[in-house]
């Protein structure tokens, strides 16, 4: 059985930072491509970061977030990072992660994703 645990959420201030974490087990981790993904309370879930298994891990991230978030990847510990800097109200959001078997996923498609975290909660105070 896939698990995706995500932990770090919390309230903090415009500007503060966040390093969100999501525990991965049940799968072969470093075979998938990882992502994080938002959803603010009335809209559409929203693309964040992705990272690729291939390649040493490339990176994608929308240009709301560029500059601002990093992910990463440890596959000995079968982890996905999301650091968060310079947090805006507008971030303010329950963060998912997910993985993926499909290259899509890097282009922001949550139809790719094979399996989801049920998220943790970002509010970002002004």
């Known amino acids: 059985q896939v698990q995706l645990v995500e932990s770090g959420g919390g309230l903090v201030q415009a500007g503060d930072s966040l390093r969100l974490s999501c525990a991965a087990s049940?799968?072969?981790?470093?075979?998938?491509?990882m992502g994080w993904f938002r959803q603010a309370p009335g809209k559409e879930r929203e693309f964040v970061a992705a990272?690729?298994?291939?390649?040493?891990?490339?990176?994608y991230y929308p240009d709301s977030v560029k500059g601002r978030f990093t992910i990463s990847r440890d596959n000995a510990k079968n982890t996905v990072y999301l650091q968060m800097n310079s947090l805006k109200p507008e971030d303010t959001a329950v963060y998912y992660c997910?993985?993926?078997?499909?290259?899509?996923?890097?282009?922001?498609?949550?139809?790719?994703?094979?399996?989801w975290g049920k998220g943790t909660l970002v509010t970002v105070s002004s």
């Open positions: 990272i690729t298994w291939t390649g040493d891990g490339i990176t």
């Open positions: 997910a993985a993926s078997s499909r290259t899509r996923i890097v282009l922001g498609s949550d139809m790719s994703v094979d399996f």
């Open positions: 049940g799968l072969i981790f470093s075979r998938y491509h």
